[in-house]
Each structure stands twice: as C-alpha cells, then as structure tokens.
C-alpha cells in the first residue's frame, strides 16, 4: 500500500455565500498503479457538523498494463467539480463551479436548457464566463432560474454536466 497522502481542499465559500447548493466531486487519479491502491476518506465539513466516507481503491493488473501504454499521453475531458442544485436569494451574484481535468487542457463553455451558449455580455450582461471555466450570474433574478450546461470539451471527446438554478425571495 502507498502511504503517500493526497489532500484536496474544496472551499464552497469560493464559490457561493447565499443559499444552498448540492455539490458533487470526481476524484481523477491519472495513470493509476499499484502504488495508488489502499483506502481513501473524503471528510465533509460544514459549520460543527462533518460527515465521514471511505473507500478502497483497487487497481486491477489488466488496467494497470493498459494505463502504462498510455500514461502521459493525451487524455479527454473529465468535469470533476461542479453545483448539482443551487437555490439562491434573488440579487445576490452567484458562481456555478466547472473544474475540468483533461490533456490537453479542454476549453469550458455554458449552455442553457434550450441549447444557447452563454458568450460573455451577448447572452446576458449579468453572465460571465470566468476564466477559470465557472460560470458568474450577477444580481440573480427569477427569470434566471433554468438548468445550466457546463461542457468541457477538446478533441478527444468532451464531458457535460448540468446544474439546476433556482432563485428564491
């Protein structure tokens, strides 16, 4: 087993401050081995509270030689942070997150349930595509409540996932 120990620190506070927000995280491990195999624990926190989830990450032979042909190579998109549901207070700005991993680095766009593509001030001057790849919603308003696409995507594929927006009083 690895004793090599991995912490990834996920602020919500950089991304929302009013309301709630269904979060949800892949844990990417490229050109996996031998060496990553053994448990690992994800620890949720939020306020005094905290939750507590482990697993054992096995990695079997057959994957193991596959990887190692390719390990370093190109790899598509993977989205592996990003809001599920957000309900937020009208007025307020909200950040949706879209962190993608992916070699070479795939470029991130937004999309609305009906298909239009969020291009920064054409769609909306409130939208902001940040460079980061996550989407700003300035003074939130009702007409805003909608499902939003984030699409990472390069010339290996591309991944999608949808966050449901809903603004309250």
């Known amino acids: ?24 995280s892949k844990y990417v491990i490229d050109c996996a ?3 990553d195999e053994g448990p690992i624990h994800c620890v949720a926190i939020a306020g005094d509270k905290f ?21 370093g190579s190109n790899r598509p998109p993977v989205i592996t942070h990003h809001t599920a549901t ?42 902001k595509v940040l460079g980061t790849g996550d989407l700003l919603i300035d003074a939130l308003e009702w007409e805003d409540m909608n499902e939003y696409t984030c699409v990472a995507k390069s010339h290996l594929g591309e991944d999608r996932v949808s966050t449901f927006v809903y603004p309250a009083q």
């Not at 957000?86 to 999309?111: D, F, M, N």
Request: a positive charge; proline letters at 6%; aromatic letters at 8%.
């Open 51 to 71: 939750k507590w989830e482990s697993t054992v990450i096995l990695v079997s032979d057959n994957v193991n030689s596959t990887r190692s042909r390719s390990c």
């Open 86 to 127: 957000v309900v937020a207070l009208q007025g307020t700005s909200l950040i949706l997150p879209c962190v993608a991993t992916g070699k070479p680095r795939p470029y991130i766009t937004w999309e609305t349930s009906d298909g239009n593509v969020i291009a920064n001030h054409l769609f909306n001057p409130r939208f």
């Open 1 to 24: 087993m690895n004793s090599k120990k991995t912490s990834l620190t996920y602020d919500p506070s950089m991304f929302f401050n009013s309301g709630a927000a269904k979060k949800e």
């Open 33 to 35: 081995s031998k060496q």
